[in-house]
């Protein structure tokens, strides 16, 4: 019942955001995004500290229960709480050094938060940008060229128009594969 509600974006029919946390860690990529999506919408104020910090504790090791689908809510509770998320920004931007978290959802998360984490540090712009160097594979770059445009930064982007790296991207519809070079065009 729950996934049919996620992917009818039905997110007022859902009666606790806590029934979304097993969601984050479905093997289905679309339902993460979702689910993260309804987090966001439905965790305010204090409910939005709360379940951010609930998230990076699952990114720990402590958790004993990884949490794949983490940096995608703590992105959507931020985005949509940015006052909240403004003390949180700097850790969320570092989750990029994690080698274990999965980099691509925080690459799609600081798109997803641009206006509160671009003046973050480390620095998303520089911290992306490394972070492409170093993964390289198509899945990252994707997402990180799209954040790269959110953030505003025309002329980096303008660098990956004719790179034909493929990787999986969520549109806000659907998991697509497309081009980097297809996402940084939608930015010039």
């Not at 987090?39 to 951010?52: H, M, N, Q, S, V």
């Amino acid at each position: 019942m729950i996934r049919e509600l996620l992917r009818k974006r039905e997110f007022d029919a859902i009666q606790r955001p806590s029934l979304l946390m097993v969601f984050l860690y479905d093997p289905d990529e679309f339902y993460r995004f979702r689910a993260a999506e309804a987090l966001g919408y439905l965790c305010k104020g204090e409910r939005a500290r709360e379940f951010i910090l609930r998230l990076f504790w699952h990114l720990s090791d402590e958790s004993g229960a990884y949490c794949v689908g983490a940096p995608l809510g703590i992105a959507e509770i931020g985005r949509s709480n940015p006052e909240v998320f403004e003390g949180f920004k700097n850790k969320f931007v570092s989750l990029l050094d994690d080698w274990e978290v999965e980099r691509r959802y925080v690459a799609y998360g600081i798109g997803r938060t641009a206006k509160v984490v671009r003046d973050a540090y480390p620095n998303p712009k520089e911290k992306l940008l490394e972070k492409i160097e170093e993964i390289g594979s198509g899945d990252f770059v994707v997402y990180a060229v799209w954040a790269l445009g959110m953030l505003g930064e025309t002329e980096v982007v303008r660098k990956f128009v004719n790179d034909e790296r493929r990787g999986r991207f969520y549109d806000g519809e659907r998991i697509t594969v497309r081009s980097v070079g297809e996402i940084a065009r939608t930015f010039i």
